[in-house]
């Protein structure tokens, strides 16, 4: 087994796409990289690999600086392998991404200590059900610019994001691409929800987010699930989510929207 690792991002996709499609509800963070890097949401140079065992892509990893590296169902044993081909090219990672024995793995051959990890659980839609709050949705719009990035750096910081990037470049794409839903009550900007557009049938929802002072009124079920009715309507026959494994409360408000467990998944940050 070998990794090939390169910036040019036809080059990847010509290797890695196809592998990635095999299973897009499992690919769903790394195939909605590639088409963030394609539209030039990204500032940065993406690292980007795939491992070839013999003739046949067996793998595929991600990163664009200074977010996680993103591993999708990779073997284990490829991962010191990439691990070494980093560290030889003296490339950053703060933190690695993916289905928590992939994340381990990587983890355990990395050169930096572990500090912590956030686990997630992948869910998928089945029948949506309807929530009530009070309030409507609407898609935002260049205006809410602002709110939406006010949103987005409150949500990151809740979920203890390191090393961010400032979310204005990605949050001012998805508005053009008109993926960010806000939930409006009393003429006012309440919550918020990405919703990607569909890649191969898959649609994933994220991030859900309200202020702390305005939680407890279902303003989070109800644009998460206005996100999801948006996804079904434009032709996404999988809609997906991430929660995090430490909010039982999200969880429970997902699963009563319809939403059932695939997989788990890891986040684990090093120092």
Partial sequence: MRWTITADVEEYAAAAEPWLLRD??????????????????????????????GDTVAGAACQTPPYPLALGDV????????????????????????????????????????????????????????????????????????????????????????????????????????????????????????????????SRIGPVYTPPELRGRGYGSAVAHAASRKALDDGATEVLLFTDLDNPTSNSVYQRLGFRPIADYATIHFA
């Fill in 24 to 53: 897009p509800v499992r690919s769903t963070v790394m195939l909605t990289v590639l088409r963030g890097i394609r539209s030039g949401q990204f500032t940065v140079d993406p690292l980007l690999a795939w491992l070839e065992d």
């Fill in 75 to 202: 073997p284990l044993a490829a991962l010191p392998l990439l691990a070494r081909d980093l560290i030889e090219l003296d490339h950053d990672v703060p933190a690695v991404g993916g289905p928590i024995a992939v994340a381990e793995a990587f983890a355990a051959a990395w050169w930096r200590p572990e500090t912590r990890r956030r686990a997630e659980r992948l869910y998928r839609l089945g029948a949506l059900r309807t929530p009530s709050a009070p309030g409507k949705p609407r898609v935002a719009g260049p205006g809410d610019l602002p709110t939406a990035v006010s949103f987005i750096r409150e949500f990151q910081h809740e979920a203890h994001a390191e090393r961010t990037a400032d979310p204005t470049p990605v949050v001012a794409a998805r508005v053009n691409r008109e993926e960010l839903i806000m939930w409006e009550d009393d003429g006012r900007s309440v919550s918020i929800a990405g919703v990607s557009a569909p890649i191969a049938g898959m």
